[in-house]
């Protein structure tokens, strides 16, 4: 697999045609060369046979999504991005957020699957091992690593309850090595290709 890089996009290509094309969308204005390398690791990670992932943001609305009136603001946007994705020939979309902003309004307008990753790490904790313990976004800003590690004391799973952190998941992984770590991106490509697959 190679990594291409091209502002304001990057992908995660193979050599094949008949691959499934999933993009994922930022839901923000923020800009790509603050981003970007946060991305590139990002979609190494997550690369998966047979799969071409794309990044792209919105370009428009809030820089950051913290509140609810910043998923409100961003989601027009997102709506847009996810139109011009499927008119593109996506056979997917993710929304790089866990507040899910616009994916219930692209959802009803596309007829490509529109994947929410908080959404999809909701039903991951569902089913996951129990006892799970759920980190929030502002855990994750305001917590340093020891901190974090000791806070999953008897847990079995944890959830990343923002996007952004997946660099955490092979370090707290290691900590504890029988914790399960659900990511917010990780959790959400799952099931977009299991939507895919159905249709």
């Not at 993710?94 to 999809?120: K, L, M, Q, S």
Request: aromatic residues 2%; hydrophobic residues 45%.
């Amino acid at each position: 697999m190679h990594l291409h890089v091209a502002r304001p996009r990057t992908d995660m290509t193979g050599s094949s045609d008949d691959q499934v094309k999933v993009l994922l969308v930022g839901p923000t204005s923020t800009p790509w060369d603050a981003i970007e390398s946060e991305i590139e690791a990002d979609l190494v990670r997550l690369a998966r046979p047979g799969v071409k992932l794309t990044y792209r943001c919105t370009g428009a609305g809030p820089t950051e999504i913290r509140t609810a009136h910043d998923a409100r603001a961003a989601a027009p946007f997102v709506v847009k991005t996810v139109v011009d994705a499927a008119r593109e020939g996506f056979d997917a979309v993710i929304v790089d957020c866990t507040a899910d902003p616009g994916v219930a309004e692209a959802r009803a307008v596309v007829d490509i699957p529109v994947v929410g990753a908080g959404e999809a790490l909701r039903s991951a904790i569902a089913g996951a091992k129990q006892p799970v313990c759920e980190l929030t976004g502002d855990d994750l800003r305001g917590m340093d690593l020891a901190a974090l590690v000791n806070s999953l004391r008897g847990a079995a799973t944890v959830a990343l309850g923002g996007t952004g952190f997946s660099q955490l998941v092979g370090i707290l992984a290691a900590a504890n090595p029988k914790l399960v770590v659900l990511d917010p991106l990780e959790v959400a490509l799952d099931a977009c290709l299991a939507h895919v697959d159905k249709t």
